[in-house]
C-alpha cells in the first residue's frame, strides 16, 4: 500500500528547480505533501483531491494525475529553508481513514 | 495556536518491559493517528481513531495497543518491547466533522515521543 517516491535523493544548488514523484499502485482518492526536518515532525504542505489538480504553496507546487495514481510535487527557485525530508501521504478509495506515506525524498540545498 | 501534545518527548526502557505515550490531539478534532519512525524511515502507520472507535489499522504488532478516551486523548500501549521498537513514535489528529473519510483534512503532528529499548 505504501506508494513509491522517486527521486531517493537531490541536490540542489540555491536558485534551482525539482520535482518529485509519488506513485501508487492503488486507486487514489487524494494525495498530501508533507516535508520533515530531521528529528522534527512531518509539517503539511498540501492536498490534492481531484484528478488532474494542481496546487501552489508559496513556490512549491503539486499535480495529481487520478488516472495513473501519480502526483508530482515541483520545487522552483529553491531556497536553504527547502532542505528536508519531502513524503507524499496517500488515502485509497476504499473510504478507511488511514493515510500511508511514501517511501521519502531527502532534498538538500547548498548555497 | 494549540498544537498536538505528546507526552513524554523521550523514554528509555529495557527489553520485555512495558511503555505508555500519551497523545492529546488539537482541541476539536475527532481524529488521532499513530506513526513510527524507525532511524532514517519513513512514518509507518500504525493504528487510527475517529471518534473514540478505532478506524483503521495499520502495522501495528500484536504486542502494541491503543485507545482514544472520552477526552479525545490516546495512548499507545507497548508491551514486551524488543530493541527493534526503539523509534520515533508520532501522534498526529485532523478534524473530521462527520463527514466521511477525511479525504481533505491534514494531518497535524505532534513533537513525537524518542523510544529507547536496551
Known amino acids: 500500500q505504501q506508494p513509491v517516491q522517486s527521486p531517493q535523493a537531490v541536490i540542489l544548488r540555491e536558485g534551482e528547480d525539482a520535482v518529485i514523484n509519488c506513485s501508487s499502485s492503488?486507486?487514489?482518492?487524494?494525495v498530501h505533501w508533507y516535508r520533515q526536518k530531521h528529528g522534527e515532525a512531518p509539517v503539511f504542505l498540501m492536498i490534492?483531491?481531484?484528478?488532474?489538480e494542481q496546487k501552489g504553496h508559496e513556490k512549491i507546487s503539486a499535480s495529481f494525475n487520478e488516472k495513473k495514481q501519480q502526483s508530482s510535487l515541483y520545487l522552483t527557485a529553491s531556497q536553504l529553508s527547502y532542505s528536508g525530508t519531502y513524503f507524499c501521504?496517500?488515502?485509497?478509495?476504499?473510504?478507511?481513514?488511514?493515510?500511508?506515506f511514501g517511501t521519502g525524498t531527502r532534498l538538500t540545498v547548498i548555497p | 495556536a494549540a498544537g498536538v501534545i505528546q507526552s513524554p518527548r523521550h523514554l528509555i526502557k529495557e527489553k520485555r518491559e512495558t511503555a505508555t505515550l500519551k497523545c492529546y490531539p488539537i482541541?476539536?478534532?475527532?481524529?488521532v493517528y499513530w506513526y513510527q519512525q524507525g532511524p532514517g524511515q519513513d512514518p509507518q502507520f500504525l493504528i487510527s481513531?475517529?471518534?473514540?472507535?478505532?478506524?483503521d489499522k495499520g502495522s501495528i504488532p500484536d504486542r502494541f495497543s491503543a485507545q482514544q478516551f472520552s477526552d479525545y486523548h490516546s495512548e499507545l500501549n507497548m508491551s514486551s518491547l524488543e530493541l527493534g521498537d526503539s523509534a520515533l513514535y508520532f501522534c498526529?489528529?485532523?478534524?473530521?466533522?462527520?463527514?466521511?473519510?477525511?479525504?481533505?483534512?491534514?494531518?497535524?503532528f505532534g513533537n513525537g515521543t524518542r523510544l529507547t529499548v536496551t
Open positions: 492503488k486507486a487514489l482518492y487524494s
Open positions: 498526529a489528529s485532523s478534524h473530521l466533522g462527520g463527514q466521511g473519510p477525511s479525504y481533505n483534512s491534514p494531518l497535524h
Open positions: 481513531f475517529y471518534e473514540k472507535m478505532q478506524s
Open positions: 490534492l483531491l481531484k484528478g488532474g
Open positions: 501521504g496517500t488515502r485509497d478509495q476504499t473510504g478507511a481513514n488511514n493515510l500511508f
Open positions: 482541541p476539536r478534532h475527532d481524529t
